[in-house]
């Protein structure tokens, strides 16, 4: 029998590492958002005349995230940080990410991907922040 209370883990305590540094004030993680291609074999004898499908290549999708944005931040910045790549004249890097989980265990998805969005919000009355959008590459590791 099931054990009848819930054993769900508070999100809080949750960080976000880019090439093993933390990076700072994240506010919310989305993702990876796994998804699988399919190939259609539907052929003239297919029974019951139903469509018929094969899997194909599996796509770990994207890592999305927002954060309180600090300029001075070296895990921000355009020297070293999340504005590094947009600061530079060449094709995005691909680094390394690890989404570090608050359970005892300390468990920690890893894989790699670059970065494909940066935007910032700047709103009266408000927090400076940003959201950034990572296409990951490549099988990703829950360990």
Request: glycine share 10%; charged share 20%; proline share 5%.
């Amino acid at each position: 029998m099931a054990n009848p209370n819930s054993e769900a883990v508070a999100a809080m305590g949750t960080y976000l590492r880019r090439n093993g540094v933390e990076i700072a004030e994240v506010v919310t993680i989305g993702g990876p958002s796994f998804e699988a291609e399919t190939i259609e074999v539907t052929h003239l004898r297919s029974p019951g005349m139903w469509k018929e499908y094969i899997g194909s290549l599996k796509d770990g999708g994207e890592l999305t995230f927002d954060l309180n944005f600090l300029l001075d931040d070296p895990s921000h910045s355009a020297a070293t940080g999340l504005l590094s790549q947009w600061n530079s004249d060449g094709v995005p890097a691909r680094d390394e990410w690890e989404i570090v989980f608050p359970n005892d265990a300390a468990t920690v998805w890893l894989f790699n991907g670059f970065q494909t969005g940066f935007e910032v919000t700047a709103e009266t009355g408000d927090k400076l922040a940003a959201s950034v959008t990572i296409q990951i590459s490549g099988k990703p590791t829950l360990a």
